[in-house]
């Protein structure tokens, strides 16, 4: 039942974008690294109650303006309690069309430990994926020269 959820599109009534959530499991990590085998990409952790990730939106709202084409994923650490705001965050910074996960398991220590098992969960948690799926993982808030250089360096 909880799919339902994720499979009925949300709509901001002021730009029309439909945004779909996808559930995060155990299996979802492995399940995302195999969809973008020799693909670089960026996966965006973040949270409705953390302020340096709602800043985050802005940049991450640009750097998709600039390159459309690059891959970037965001991934909701929320529970899915927060699907009406988490969809309404993205809605509001333009990122609906992203790709995007919300955590789906109640127990998001298991969560965070199929992702990266020195990861404790401080947000906003970036990680840098280049083609070979050889990641960066970087905690704390970016600067726009941070995140182009960290983006320059994955996609040679």
């Known amino acids: 039942m909880l799919w339902l959820v994720f499979s009925m599109p949300f709509s901001n009534a002021a730009d029309g974008q439909e945004i ?3 559930p995060f499991n155990a299996s979802s990590y ?3 690294l195999a969809a973008n085998k020799e693909q670089a990409f960026v996966l965006v952790l973040w949270s409705t109650t953390c302020s340096s990730c709602l800043k985050d939106m802005d940049l991450l709202k ?3 303006q600039e390159q459309p ?3 970037i994923i965001t991934l909701s650490t929320d529970d899915l309690s927060e699907t009406d705001e988490i969809k309404t965050i993205l809605s509001q910074h333009e990122l609906g069309n992203l790709e995007n996960w919300v955590f789906a398991d109640p127990n998001s220590q ?3 430990f199929q992702i990266d098992p020195k990861w404790y969960g401080e947000l906003p948690r970036t990680y ?3 083609a070979q799926h050889q990641r960066t993982g970087v905690s704390g808030a970016f600067s726009r020269d941070k995140f182009l250089a960290m ?3 994955i996609v040679k």
Request: proline fraction near 0%; glycine fraction near 0%; aromatic fraction near 14%.
């Open 20 to 22: 779909q959530l996808q």
């Open 30 to 32: 492995q399940e995302i």
């Open 62 to 64: 640009n750097i998709h």
């Open 69 to 71: 084409s690059f891959k």
């Open 110 to 112: 298991k969560l965070r």
């Open 128 to 130: 840098f994926f280049d």
């Open 151 to 153: 983006l320059q360096k």
